[in-house]
């Protein structure tokens, strides 16, 4: 087993969820993920204007053109994981992939098994989360009884 293999392995403990919310703070189109603020600034950094007052499509598609001038900053590089890896999208954001890639967001959002899909993926063994938002059959995922119990073996 080589060393990425081994850290493929590691189950990941989310100290700061947006999942298992039944919906309330995951992505429910693309907007929620390009404008959240750590990718959102970048953008307005590189000369976007928002434009909060037209459709969510119309934002996006005014967006697309400046994420080229962030292509190289760490938040683009997770992003373009994200759309790579949780909904096929290949390449970051681009005028001839900007569409699919609202749809795809979108569509998952009204997946009712997308968000323990994502835990899946990510390999989340644990997630925090606001005791208020818990999902109460899911207890083993969310919440804070993690701390409770040793994160290893002994």
Known sequence: MNVREVIDEIPA????????????WQARDLTDILFYHWLGSELKNAGFVDRPDIGFRDRVQLAVPYCRAIRNTSNYWMFTGILRDLYGIEGGLTESNWEAAFDV???????????????????????????????IQRKHIWGNEWKRRPLSGT
Do not use: N, Q, Y
């Open 105 to 135: 967001v979108a569509e998952r959002a009204e997946d009712p098994s997308w968000e323990l899909e994502v835990v899946r993926r990510a390999k989340i063994e644990k997630a925090a989360v606001e005791k208020s938002c818990m999902r």
């Open 13 to 24: 403990i989310d100290v700061h969820t947006h999942l298992g919310t039944g919906g309330m």
